[in-house]
């Protein structure tokens, strides 16, 4: 019924910048919670960040002062710019939708995209 569609991953050199994108498509009202999490090999998938309807944001530690989640509610679509890539960065970025209100009146909770590599190397 709804999906999530990450877009902008690849390869960047420490220091760099990169910006993800999340389309959500299917029969939307709209979305509630819409965030970002990450996983390295042989992590656990960790928040980086989260954005609300009223674009109330909060951010993982390791994030703060470098990323900035933003989101379209128009579009149904969320961004990540991450600036001052490290190589700790480096991981899959999943985007996740909470708490979505479809036209039916059904409300869907805690859908996941497939993920997008982020690689941050020299």
């Known amino acids: 019924q709804v999906q999530l569609v990450e877009s902008g991953g690849g390869l960047v050199q420490p220091g760099g910048s990169l910006r993800l994108s999340c389309a959500a498509s299917?029969?939307?009202?709209?979305?509630?919670?819409m965030g970002w999490y990450r996983q390295a090999p042989g992590k656990q998938r960790e928040l980086v960040a989260i954005?609300?309807?009223?674009?109330?944001?909060n951010y993982g530690d390791s994030v703060k002062g470098r990323f900035t989640i933003s989101r379209d509610n128009a579009k149904n679509t969320m961004y990540l710019l991450m600036n001052i890539l490290k190589p700790e960065d480096t991981a899959v970025y999943y985007c996740n939708a909470n708490a979505v209100l479809l036209t039916s009146a059904e409300i869907i909770t805690n859908i996941w995209g497939q993920g997008a590599q982020v690689t941050v190397s020299s």
């Open positions: 954005i609300v309807r009223n674009s109330t944001t």
């Open positions: 299917g029969s939307i009202f709209n979305i509630y919670a």
